[in-house]
C-alpha cells in the first residue's frame, strides 16, 4: 500500500466520523449563529473599538476548529492505532507509520481550514462581517495557528498512552486554549495584564494575529514568532516522546 493509498483510505474513514464533522466543521460556525442572533451583539461596542462583538467573534470560531481538530479529534485517533498494535504493524511493512501520522495531520488540517472558510463566509453572508483586510497576512496566520494545532495534539498523542488519557489530556488542554483564543472573553476585552499574558500563549498570538489582518495590519512579528517558536517546541517535543507502539 502506497502513501496515497494510506490516505485515501484514511480520508474515507475520516468521512464517517459524524461526530468529528460536526464538532471542527460545524459546531463554530453554529456558535458564531448564535452569538450573532442576540441583538446586543450585533450593536458597536467602544470598547472593542467600534466594532460589533460578533465581528469580534469571527476569529474566535475561525480558531475553534482548530483547537477541536488539534486537541479532541486528532489525539485518540492516532493513539487507537497504537493501542491496536497497527502503527506497530505497519512498520515491518514498505509504508512506514509515519505516512499513517502524515494522513491523520493532513486530513485535519484540511478540516480547520473548511471550517474557518465556512465561518468567515457565514460573518460575511449573514451578519455582514468585513472580510480580512490583509488576505495575505490573514492567510499566514491562518496557516501558522493550524500548525500550532496539529503539533499540539501530536504532542498529546505521543504522551498518551491510550485513547481515553489522550481524549483526557486533550480535554485538559482545550478549555484554557479556548479561553486564550477569546471565547469566554474577547481578547480585544481582556485587561491589559492578562492580555499580555494571553499573547505568549499559542491560540492567543494566533487570535491577536488574526484580529490585525482583519483589521487591514499586517500581523505583528512577535505574534508571527509566538506561533512560530510553539510549532517548532511542540514539534520537537512530540517527536522526542512519541513511541510507535
Known sequence: MSSTAVLKTEARLFGREPGAHFWILAFPTLLLVILGSIPGFRTTQDDL??????????????????????????????????????????????????????????????????????????????FD??????????????????????????????????????TAVGTAAFFPSMFCAGVYIP???????????????????????LNEAAAGDWPGWDHLGVLVAWTVVLTVAAARWFRWE
Open 49 to 126: 473599538g467600534g466594532i460589533r462583538i460578533v465581528d469580534a467573534y469571527v476569529p474566535v470560531t475561525v480558531l475553534l476548529g482548530m483547537i477541536v481538530a488539534g486537541l479532541q479529534s486528532l489525539p485518540p485517533g492516532i493513539t487507537g492505532y497504537r493501542e491496536r498494535g497497527i502503527l506497530r504493524r505497519m512498520s515491518t511493512t514498505p509504508v512506514r507509520p509515519s505516512a499513517l501520522l502524515s494522513a491523520h495531520m493532513g486530513l485535519h488540517g484540511a478540516a480547520a481550514v473548511l471550517s474557518a472558510l465556512l465561518a468567515l463566509s457565514v460573518g460575511r453572508i449573514v
Open 187 to 209: 481578547v480585544q476585552t481582556m485587561p491589559d495584564v492578562l492580555a499580555r499574558i494571553v499573547e505568549f500563549t499559542p491560540f492567543g498570538a494566533a487570535a491577536q494575529a
Open 129 to 166: 462581517v468585513a472580510l480580512p483586510r490583509q488576505p495575505f497576512g490573514y492567510v499566514l496566520a491562518l496557516l501558522l495557528a493550524v500548525a500550532v494545532a496539529l503539533a499540539m495534539g501530536a504532542l498529546v498523542s505521543a504522551l498518551a498512552r491510550t485513547s481515553k488519557a489522550a
